[in-house]
C-alpha cells in the first residue's frame, strides 16, 4: 500500500520516492532505479563516480538487478569499461558460481549471491569499489564484502545512491566508514494515528 511521498536530496538531483508499507509496522521510501530514467541515473552515477574517482578503482562491483544501472553510469564515467555483477538469481553460467548466504529487507527470505568463477581475474587483487542502489540493513553489501574478499578482492570503497536509516552501521561493523552516499532516507514508523513518522535509526 502506497502512503504518500518523501522528498530527498540525491547529490544535485531533488526526487519525490514513493512510501509503500513492507508491514504494518514498517514503510520504506521506494528507490527503484529501473525506473528512475536515463537522465536521472546519469547523473547520478557522474556524481558518485567524482566521489569514488580518488580512489585509484580498478573495477566496480555491484548486485543484480537494481544496482547494475548504477554500476554501468560509475564505471562509465570513472573511464573504466568492465563491472561484475553477483546475481541472487541463479542463471546457466553460474552453476559452479562461488556463493554466499544473504537476506534483503525487501525479499525477508534467505537468498545466495552468486559470483562467476569465470570474472575472477577482474577483481583478485584489484583495487574494488562495491556500488548499489541503496544500503539498508547492510547485510547485501556485508555478503558483497565478504564474497569478494574471499576471492582476493581488495575492497576499498562502497558507494551508493541512498543510506536507509542507521541500521547498515551496525551491521557493516568497521566496514560502515568505507560508504559514501549522495542522500540518505529513513524507514516509516505507524504514528498511531493513521499516519507515519520518519525512523532515522530503525
Do not use: C
Not at 508491514?23 to 532505479?33: D, H, K, P, Q, S
Amino acid at each position: 500500500m502506497t502512503r504518500g511521498t518523501f522528498s530527498v536530496d540525491i547529490g544535485s538531483q531533488r526526487v519525490d520516492l514513493p512510501v509503500v508499507s513492507l508491514n504494518e509496522n514498517l514503510a520504506l521510501a521506494l528507490l527503484i532505479t529501473v525506473d528512475m530514467g536515463i537522465a536521472f541515473m546519469a547523473k547520478a552515477g557522474e556524481e558518485l563516480a567524482d566521489v569514488l574517482a580518488p580512489y585509484e578503482l580498478d573495477v566496480v562491483a555491484t548486485v543484480a538487478t537494481m544496482g547494475i544501472p548504477l554500476a554501468v553510469e560509475v564505471t562509465r564515467h570513472l573511464g573504466l569499461d568492465q563491472y561484475v555483477v553477483l546475481h541472487k538469481t541463479p542463471k546457466i553460467h553460474l552453476a559452479d558460481a562461488i556463493s554466499e548466504p544473504v537476506r534483503s529487507i525487501t525479499t525477508n527470505v534467505e537468498q545466495r549471491l552468486l559470483f562467476d568463477r569465470a570474472r575472477l581475474d577482474d577483481v583478485r587483487a584489484k583495487r574494488v569499489a562495491i556500488v548499489d542502489d541503496v544500503i539498508s540493513t547492510g547485510a547485501s553489501t556485508g555478503a558483497t564484502l565478504r564474497l569478494l574478499r574471499g576471492v582476493g578482492a581488495h575492497v576499498v570503497v562502497i558507494g551508493t545512491i541512498v543510506t536507509e536509516a542507521s541500521l547498515w552501521r551496525s551491521a557493516l561493523g568497521d566496514d560502515a566508514t568505507m560508504v559514501r552516499a549522495l542522500g540518505s532516507i529513513p524507514v516509516f514508523r505507524p504514528d498511531g494515528s493513521g499516519g507515519l513518522v520518519e525512523d532515522w535509526n530503525g
